[in-house]
């Protein structure tokens, strides 16, 4: 019998920074984003501590998507696990562990509201629905290095 084994991430944070967008030489979109969880917990002593964890989170083929997800934007994410290296400019292994998202939910606003209690746009005019669900295949979903990014340095 084969052994059988799971890659599955759910996170759920906010988003550090807005998405960056490139395109691989035959142009699909690529987008990338770090993703903030914060954990808190209280020790011995009664002292509360608190720590964030950044992950650096993939998104293929949904650039319409990309638009929207800007800093701050909390977010639900599933996906796989992937690491993979590259050699920085100095010829140094460096290596990188990301989640591939195959399922995206937008939970809220960065806090860019209108008048109106409305989120602005700013990046396109076509505004997805809150909670829906943006699906990527993950057998689909090819390493960068496959796609042709020309990308030395992850960001």
Request: hydrophobic share 30%; no cysteine; glycine share 10%.
């Amino acid at each position: 019998m084969a052994e059988r084994s799971v890659n599955k991430a759910i996170l759920l944070g906010r988003l550090g920074g807005d998405a960056e967008t490139r395109h691989t030489q035959n142009g699909t979109p690529v987008s990338r984003f770090s993703l903030a969880m914060n954990r808190q917990w209280t020790d011995s002593d009664q002292q509360v501590h608190e720590e964030t964890e950044w992950i650096y989170i993939v998104l293929w083929n949904k650039e319409n998507l990309a638009a929207y997800l800007t800093k701050g934007t909390k977010v639900y994410v599933e996906g796989r696990i992937q690491t993979r290296s590259y050699e920085d400019d100095g010829g140094v292994k460096r290596y990188v562990t990301e989640v591939v998202a195959q399922n995206i939910v937008l939970l809220g606003s960065s806090g860019n509201v209108n008048g109106n209690g409305a989120e602005r746009a700013e990046k396109s005019g076509n505004r997805p629905a809150r909670g829906r669900r943006a699906k990527e295949r993950s057998d689909q979903a090819p390493d960068p290095e496959e796609q042709g990014v020309q990308d030395d340095v992850p960001f």
